[in-house]
């Protein structure tokens, strides 16, 4: 806590500094969907990586339409040995936008990637349909709160640009 309370000192942007008793990162991520203030939220651990546009483009494209209510981009993974595995969402005229349940769908069949890092939510819509990270679950939680969120999201747009990597390492939860 005192490191990230120096950072907010020194921050150019505003910064909130919360803290509570470690109870896993399903907790942590709910608390921060509580205490948000802005009308949209992200998730990104300490070692992905966002290209400088990651936010203001999935905000554009979330903002094109009042109805879409989350905004996903292409991703890579990235290796300990510098290589990267892009995962590029679909591409295709006129088909910037899918209706939430039709994209969810799209999930479910693995038309479409989205991970936990490359997806913008509209705050207003978790907090009204209580899609939070379940914090029982110890493994794929962040699966069961996306296929949620694309359940009850009315549309969901898709940037193809690739915004956002996810740092693969021996290190991770998931290994």
Same mark, same amino acid.
């Given at each position: 806590?005192?490191?990230?309370?120096?950072?907010?000192?020194? *921050? #150019?942007? #505003?910064?909130?500094?919360?803290?509570?008793? =470690?109870?896993?990162?399903?907790?942590?991520?709910?608390?921060?969907?509580?205490?948000?203030?802005?009308?949209?939220?992200?998730?990104?651990?300490?070692?992905d990586l966002a290209e400088n546009e990651f936010i203001e483009k999935l905000v554009r494209a979330a903002e094109k339409d009042p109805e879409i209510d989350i905004s996903?981009?292409?991703? *890579?993974?990235?290796?300990?040995?510098?290589?990267?595995? #892009?995962?590029?969402?679909?591409?295709?005229?006129?088909?910037?936008?899918? #209706?939430?349940?039709?994209?969810?769908?799209?999930?479910?069949?693995?038309?479409?990637?989205?991970?936990?890092? *490359?997806?913008?939510?509209?705050?207003?819509?978790?907090?009204? =349909?209580?899609?939070?990270?379940?914090? =029982?679950?110890?493994?794929?939680?962040?699966?069961?709160?996306?296929?949620?969120?694309?359940?009850?999201?009315?549309?969901v747009s898709l940037v193809p640009d690739l915004l956002v990597h996810y740092v693969q390492h021996d290190?991770?939860?998931?290994?």
């Amino acid at each position: 806590p005192e490191i990230c309370h120096r950072f907010k000192e020194n *921050s #150019p942007v #505003p910064i909130r500094v919360f803290s509570q008793q =470690n109870k896993r990162q399903s907790a942590a991520r709910n608390l921060g969907i509580n205490k948000a203030e802005g009308e949209y939220v992200v998730f990104l651990d300490s070692d992905d990586l966002a290209e400088n546009e990651f936010i203001e483009k999935l905000v554009r494209a979330a903002e094109k339409d009042p109805e879409i209510d989350i905004s996903c981009c292409s991703y *890579s993974l990235l290796f300990k040995d510098g290589s990267a595995k #892009p995962r590029r969402l679909p591409s295709e005229p006129g088909k910037q936008s899918l #209706p939430g349940r039709e994209a969810l769908i799209s999930l479910l069949e693995e038309k479409l990637e989205v991970w936990s890092g *490359s997806a913008l939510y509209r705050r207003n819509i978790l907090l009204a =349909n209580d899609v939070l990270y379940d914090e =029982n679950m110890t493994m794929g939680q962040d699966i069961d709160f996306r296929w949620r969120a694309f359940f009850h999201a009315r549309k969901v747009s898709l940037v193809p640009d690739l915004l956002v990597h996810y740092v693969q390492h021996d290190h991770s939860v998931t290994r």
